[in-house]
């Protein structure tokens, strides 16, 4: 049984996706730093403009409670100091036993190709890289579009499945912390996972 399905199941249906990014899902509430007037009005009233890395408690207050808290390709805009602080955050918005769901691009992944030479070869990165850099760019240029994105949107810290489970263990607020891949029986594209070519995706639940 999937997530979803698993969450709907057990009416656990109320769901944060922190850090959308524009991609909306008709069962979420969202949290990002868009405007409100450049949302859809069909998800404004489920559209929340907080900054979950500074916000104070009050503000985080308001959201409520939520059975899973969802972050896609959003943490590794953190650095891991700001990761810290932007998990306890994200913990004050879980139920206990709620679960957090967090992916991010797999720096092994990345080095495998870099190794290889083989990132002029794989399409869905290089379309994105080739936003910054041209396309007969040596292999370390294709590299470091992934470790430090563009000027607008930079990517401040690199995570595989350990560095996901370290900082999690570290702050102290999560417990049965696994990677979820995306051929488990929890897994569900995009539910879990929106980019499964590059993720590394991390499970685990409020304690």
Known sequence: MTLKALLTKQDKTRWLDVGCGGVFDD???????????????KFRNRYFRIDILNSPEHELDKLGKFNLLRMQHTFEHFSYEEGRVVLKNCAKLLNKDGYILISTPDLKIHINKYLNNKYKNWKGFKWWALKRIPENAPDSFYFSIFTHSMPFEQHKWCYDYEGLEFILREVGEFENIKELKATDELADIPFTHNRPEEDVCVIAQKK
């Open 27 to 41: 069962n979420f509430y969202y949290v990002d730093l868009f405007p409100e007037g450049v949302i859809d009005p």
